[in-house]
């Protein structure tokens, strides 16, 4: 699992974990975590997660990547934000993605209630993990 804060680069270690798996044969099974928080904005979802981004990027300062900004922090601690498109890019960009076998999605840093949480997966399930080529075998046998 590449995780969304790490102190080796994500594309070092998936690299490493697939020639181990190409020397051994055996087949990958590589998850990126993404952590999201659609918005109607960039600029407004970056806005809405400020107090979880700070939270979590003085937990990590020690070991992320220096940032001053909100913006530099929130792609310290590997939040993708915005609208759909926003995020589809910005997981598409992680130097891991090209490596990944498996989406994990993370909503535990910035939301305020239940129900932004449920909107925000749905939306994820729905919109940006189809957009990625990401299919799922429990939706497709339900006739979505």
């Known amino acids: 699992l590449i995780g969304t804060t790490q102190t ?4 070092v270690t998936a690299a ?4 181990g798996l190409r ?8 998850g990126l ?4 928080l659609p918005g109607r904005t960039r600029e407004e979802a970056l806005a809405a997660a400020r107090e979880g981004i700070e939270r979590k990027w003085a ?14 922090k929130a792609a310290s601690v590997g ?17 891991a993605f090209r490596f990944t076998t498996h989406l994990q999605v993370q909503l535990e840093l910035v ?7 449920h ?12 957009a990625l080529g990401w299919t799922s075998p429990l939706l497709a046998g339900a006739g979505r």
């Open 33 to 36: 975590s993404t952590l999201v």
């Open 119 to 130: 909107d925000a997966l749905e939306q994820f399930t729905t919109e940006i993990a189809p």
């Open 79 to 95: 939040l993708h934000y915005g609208t759909t498109d926003d995020i589809v890019e910005s997981i598409a960009s992680h130097p």
């Open 8 to 11: 080796v680069p994500a594309e």
């Open 59 to 72: 937990w990590g300062k020690d070991f992320l990547p220096p940032a001053t900004t909100l913006a530099e």
């Open 16 to 19: 490493a974990y697939l020639e």
């Open 111 to 117: 939301y305020d209630g239940f129900a932004r949480r």
């Open 23 to 30: 020397v051994s044969g055996s087949a990958p099974r590589l």
